[in-house]
């Protein structure tokens, strides 16, 4: 048996979220489709992060284990079976030791608003014609890194163990009609990205203080976060594994 890594990438504006779900449309579906018809039987993959429904992927992966052969020209293949919404960028032989979730060390997301009416953003980011103080927003951005427990920012409903996240990188970037929100962190909780900038924006428009700030993610209680920014606007951009992996 042998086990391989699939990357993907994919627009999620018509898919119920990456994850299989009964009697719901999603990314993991087509591309576990797509490669049962290609190679003749099912094929159930796992994958490395659960972006919810709207959400996009400029990378993501997902193993699946096959005694089968891989077809010489499987990611051409599944390209021609696939929506044109969901591409797949290559596909790895790994040892069968390795998961494409838990063998992860970290992951990168970026949150897009966009100022002024642009009908080419209207899937891709979050229309946001308000003013904005952006040295408080970056100052809040710099907060969250002084933070492990994010409690707060979790959405209900959740399973996990621990809250706690190791953030690499957190910062606002401006450009054009642009406002983009980059994080990075070892792992990240189910709507914490979303919960982060919906919660940072109040601070941008002057309805939080800095210190109001580290009071909401100090209280661990998530009905003080807002989740309130819609899903097209967050993109997973990249899931890091240990080098040499491949």
Excluded at 141 to 156: C, L, N, P
Excluded at 184 to 213: H, K, Q
Aim: charged letters at 20%; hydrophobic letters at 40%; aromatic letters at 14%.
């Amino acid at each position: 048996m042998a086990r391989y890594f699939i990357e993907v990438a994919y627009m999620g504006g018509r898919y119920s979220g990456f994850q299989v779900q009964e009697n719901a449309v999603t990314v993991q579906s087509e591309i576990d489709r797509a490669a049962g018809l290609l190679m003749r039987g099912k094929v159930v993959t796992t994958g490395s992060s659960r972006t919810d429904a709207g959400v996009h992927a400029r990378q993501n992966f997902l193993h699946f284990d096959t005694d089968q052969e891989l077809h010489p020209q499987f990611v051409y293949k599944m390209n021609a079976i696939l929506p044109h919404d969901i591409v797949v960028k290559g596909v790895y032989p790994v040892d069968e030791s390795v998961h494409s979730r838990f063998s992860a060390i970290g992951r990168a997301y970026e949150y897009t608003l966009y100022t002024s009416k642009d009908p080419f953003l209207t899937d891709r980011g979050y229309f946001y014609p308000y003013r904005m103080d952006m040295a408080q927003l970056q100052a809040a951005a710099e907060i969250i890194r002084e933070y492990v427990d994010f409690s707060t920012f979790s959405k209900r409903n959740t399973q996990v163990k621990t809250f706690n996240c190791r953030i690499t990188a957190s910062f606002w970037t401006e450009y054009d009609n642009r406002i983009v929100y980059s994080v990075s962190a070892n792992r990240f909780l189910r709507g914490m990205v979303r919960g982060l900038v919906g919660t940072m924006l109040r601070v941008g428009r002057g309805r939080l203080t800095l210190e109001e700030f580290r009071e909401v993610i100090g209280s661990r209680d998530c009905t003080r976060a807002d989740f309130a920014v819609p899903p097209q606007g967050l993109c997973l951009m990249s899931v890091l594994y240990p080098e040499g992996l491949f």
